[in-house]
């Protein structure tokens, strides 16, 4: 069978700079992977070139055996550590955008029954993170994990071929952040995802993942910082275990 | 306690905030008085009487040689020149700043040229406005229009632009076309900014009218005061000045409120 991703001796260089080198692993449909590795190692680079906003400088990128092309589409979801949500819409709007989207190419917007539609579908999603109770309310007035609630609910209701998520607790204090494993692990399992997520938490990279990549440079030039990229050195799988599972849950 | 840290209440805000007002306007009163004392013909300073006697006229009373009420028809014909200039700039920013702010290419194509048109004073191609479309309502319209619309395109492209790329990227994930980028995330951010960039711009917009009517008209409120200056007519002056102040404080305060009605979510208000 093919992998659901697959990157074939990926580089990315930035003028002088090499950022990522000899990146050549499979993603397996299902998975969680968790992303580790020191500051600046090309773990958001990495990420970016899964979502397509860039291209790799050399090598391939196959998505169900197809190369990817360098432009984002909605078979990748997303959640950033900020500024994932449009500010400018309540939360429901913010869930109802993709479908609007997706119905309303010229207008954008959804009337009567397709809204009704519409409406009903991103309330469900938006249940489905806890918030059902703030469908009216903009970003602003809402604390940093429902605004990251928000973000996976919008991203969800395309139903993304793999979610990607750049530290996307990183923001948040530690007892939200216990409840949004939770909710990751839950809906990962309900929703059968594929998921790659950027951590600077190696506890959360083993908690969630059931592989663990870890991201820096196998050499290093001393006169040269910039000369050698960084690839997976470490790529290890988690045992996750049913049990372990319903602790995450269970928290 | 540093005084950095002295938070007035609001009454006493509105209190202090009313001092220098007071005292201002206690001083003009004390002097001029003095002046009319010494001299009943002064013009240089009249009373608050003589200003209201002026006003009164001006503003109530049917003039016999135009059949109008002069401040009436001054008013109606500079709003119309402002606002008419205004809404030019308007929509030509919208459009502009939009496409400029949103597609790259477009913002390396027209930008530089946008950043030299801002650098030139606008007061400086008001001869070649006069030559180029008489000396008309169109000419007085377009020096409003093209002395605000650079600064508001500038800086609704830098706003729009500016904008976190994680939006941009997070639309397209959600199945966003560019038209619909433009037309669901980039254009209802860009409206309270609009309306913000609009609101500083009003001030400028007067001054492009005001220099307008002084060169060539027959009617408005900039043409009034440039012509009764040379009678020293300072009682006339002085309640004009007033009345155009009290114009911009209103446009303002409506600008203000549209914008809070429009687009709470810009203001950290809930729906
Ligand atoms: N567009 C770019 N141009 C030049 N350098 C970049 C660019 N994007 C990222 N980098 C560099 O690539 C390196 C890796 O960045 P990033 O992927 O954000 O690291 P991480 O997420 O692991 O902290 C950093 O040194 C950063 O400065
Ligand atoms: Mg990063």
Redesign the pocket.
Known sequence: MTALLSFRDVWVE?GD?V?LERVTLDVEQGSFVSVV?P????????LRLILGQEGPSHGQILMDGTPLTPECGPDRGVVFQRYSVFPHLTALQNVVFALECEQSPLLGKLFGRARRDAIAKATEMLGAVGLEHNLQVYPAQMSGGMQQRLAIAQALIKHPRVLLLDEPFGALDPGIRLDMHGLVTRLWREHGLTIVM?THDIKEAFKLGTRVLT?DKRRIDPHAPNRYGATAVYDIAVKRKDGDVAAVLAE | MRIVNIRPQRGIRILTGAIPIAIALIAYAVVSAARAEANPHDKVLPTFLAMAEAAWRLFSQVDPRTGEVTAYADTVASLWRLSIGVAIATVSTLLLGLALGAVPIFRSTLGPFITILAVIPPIAVLPILFIALGLGEASKIALIAVGIAPFMIRDLVGHVSGLPVEQAIKAQTLGASSWQLILRVYLPQALPRLIESLRLSMGPAWVFLISAEAIASDVGLGYRIFLVRRYLAMDMILPYVAWISLLAILTDAALQWVSRKAFPWAHGEAK
């Open positions: 930035y700079k950022v590795g500051s600046g190692a090309g773990k958001s680079t990495f950027v991201f």
